[in-house]
């Protein structure tokens, strides 16, 4: 090789060396743009898709009343799995209500469909787990106690109390 072609290669190389300087100099002096999660937790928006719930009556009864309009509507098939009798007067009762979130897309298609509004999306985005079967929820799991759902209800422009 000629000492010309290496002085071109050293004089490109510093001319690259000094561009990557003049690109960290011009962020010097902006504010950070990520955050020190999780200590500082995200502003999340308030369409996001979380966390799955039932929300309960005022006196932490069920709201659902069975339908399986949500199990049909979920574009994952067999994700939602409802069990249920009705009792003596005829009334709706729960007796296993499971959603398997390590399979759930988060679509949201189930809340829409609700005709009582019982199947929600909270704002909860840390569901990572150690097994599959941890991220099977069951009824236990997913209903938010009475005071809890009046609360969502409020935040999110609906009637407080259900009877």
């Known amino acids: 090789m000629s000492?010309?072609?290496?002085?071109?290669?050293?004089?490109s190389g510093l001319v690259e060396i000094g561009r990557g300087l003049a690109t960290v100099m011009s962020h010097f002096g902006r504010e950070p743009v990520t955050l020190e999660y999780p200590e500082v937790m995200p502003d999340l928006s308030t369409r996001f898709h979380g966390r799955l719930c039932l929300l309960t009556k005022s006196d932490s009864t069920d709201l659902c009343i069975g339908c399986k309009a949500c199990a049909r509507v979920c574009p994952c098939d067999d994700l939602i799995q409802i069990e249920m009798h009705r009792d003596e007067n005829k009334k709706p009762v729960i007796d296993r209500f499971t959603i398997d979130i390590g399979r759930c897309i988060f679509c949201g298609n189930c809340t829409e469909v609700c005709p009582v509004d019982c199947i929600k999306m909270l704002s909860?985005?840390?569901?990572?787990?150690?097994?599959?079967?941890?991220?099977v929820l069951d009824k236990f799991d997913l209903n938010l106690p009475g005071e809890a759902s009046d609360q969502w209800r409020v935040e999110h422009g609906l009637e407080k109390t259900v009877k």
């Open 3 to 11: 000492p010309v072609g290496n002085e071109n290669r050293v004089l």
């Open 124 to 135: 909860d985005f840390e569901l990572a787990d150690y097994s599959r079967e941890a991220l």
